[in-house]
């Protein structure tokens, strides 16, 4: 079935410094791949919708020069916190879909990453 | 404005038991509902889909309910095992929004032996 690779699992940065997380579509192509935030024993919020080759789309709220995403490639998109602060400690995921709901698969999110700013 | 709304508390039943979860929607018109499970600290997990002009679909030992009349979706899982316990979220992707997903709150499910 598809996959999708994201890394790191964790990662523990100053404040002030920029992290950056990939996500991979191991065995299809994503033209569209997106980008979500989950805090605490709260569910998963939207940031961003991510196109290749063309720039993302941000939901209503997210800073677009706080997290900076590329997706140059079909199998990969990238999202970098910039500027991290303890306040952007979270779980974030990203997900991308074989064909649209049309196809049954839904969508395949990667493992997440959890950051932490101190 | 628009809601999706699980029920905030665990829901704990015996193992064989069935669990049934809920999942109330508010001023959406959604072309799909999905059902997801999510373990601790891992990303969701995609179960089944339903579309809005399906009543009823069933994998296995799941079966999920939609209808769009009373806007809501249940989802059951019948003989229920320890290894179901985690959170369930539904999720809604409008028609024309991009296919994006809107996630409910998500249910706790824990089965106990």
């Known amino acids: ?42 569910s998963l919020m939207l940031m961003a919708t991510s196109n290749e080759g063309s720039k993302a789309t941000y939901e209503q709220g997210v800073e677009k020069d ?3 995403i590329n997706h140059a490639s079909l199998t990969l998109s990238t999202l970098t916190v910039t500027s991290a602060h303890p306040e952007d400690s979270s779980f974030y995921i990203c997900s991308a879909s074989v064909g649209g709901s049309q196809a049954e698969y839904g969508y395949t999110f990667g493992s997440g990453t959890r950051l932490t700013v101190v | 404005s628009q809601k999706i709304e699980q029920n905030s508390e665990a829901l704990n039943i015996q193992e064989g038991k069935t669990a049934t979860l809920t999942c109330n929607y508010t001023n959406y018109s959604p072309a799909y509902l999905q059902w997801y499970r999510q373990d601790p600290g891992r990303g969701p997990v995609f179960l089944l889909l339903i579309r809005e002009n399906e009543k009823e679909k069933r994998k296995e030992r799941l079966k999920v309910t939609f209808d769009t009349t009373l806007k809501q979706s249940l989802f059951h899982i ?36």
């Open chain 1, 1 to 42: 079935g598809a996959v999708v690779s994201q890394h790191p699992s964790w990662v523990i940065c100053k404040s002030g410094t920029s992290v950056k997380i990939e996500c991979r579509s191991l065995d299809f192509q994503a033209t569209t791949m997106f980008w979500y935030r989950q805090f605490p024993k709260q």
């Open chain 1, 66 to 68: 706080k997290f900076l």
């Open chain 2, 78 to 113: 019948t003989a229920s095992q320890p290894a179901d316990s985690a959170t369930y979220l539904c999720a809604l992707e409008v028609t024309g929004g991009g296919n994006k997903l809107t996630f409910g709150t998500g249910t706790q499910l824990k089965v106990e032996l």
